[in-house]
């Protein structure tokens, strides 16, 4: 019973750190347009899935995309910064714990996909 109580513990403290580490940033684009902000989170889902999440799921509006220039703006930086914000989490020896929950064992190891080669690259 103790065991039963201690996992439950264990499983609520981890479910409230990921919803921290784990959301879109809505600090980064509070004083962006509605759409911009709507398509910055669906972006940052995508995002994290793009990182190596294995709890998050890809999210776009692909009408708004074509039509909305506030939504495609928000949606790419979502996109973008939470796919490196992703990783670097997966990557950081602070992090472990909670990387092995929700990161692929790929990002773990530090493997680069060609994007992140081709950006390195260009900052040398």
Known sequence: MKRLFLLVLLIAIL???SRVILSPDMERVKDKPVA???GYNQGCH????????????FKRDLERL???????GGWKQGYRECKSDFREMCRS?????KANLYCSDV????????????????EK
């Open 36 to 38: 911009w902000q709507e």
């Open 66 to 72: 074509l039509k909305e220039e506030d939504y495609k």
């Open 46 to 57: 995508s995002g994290f899935v793009a990182g190596g999440s294995l709890v998050h799921s």
């Open 15 to 17: 479910g409230a750190c």
């Open 93 to 97: 020896e602070a992090m472990v714990s």
């Open 107 to 122: 990002w773990q190891q530090g493997i680069l996909d060609e994007e992140e080669e081709d950006q390195n690259k260009k």
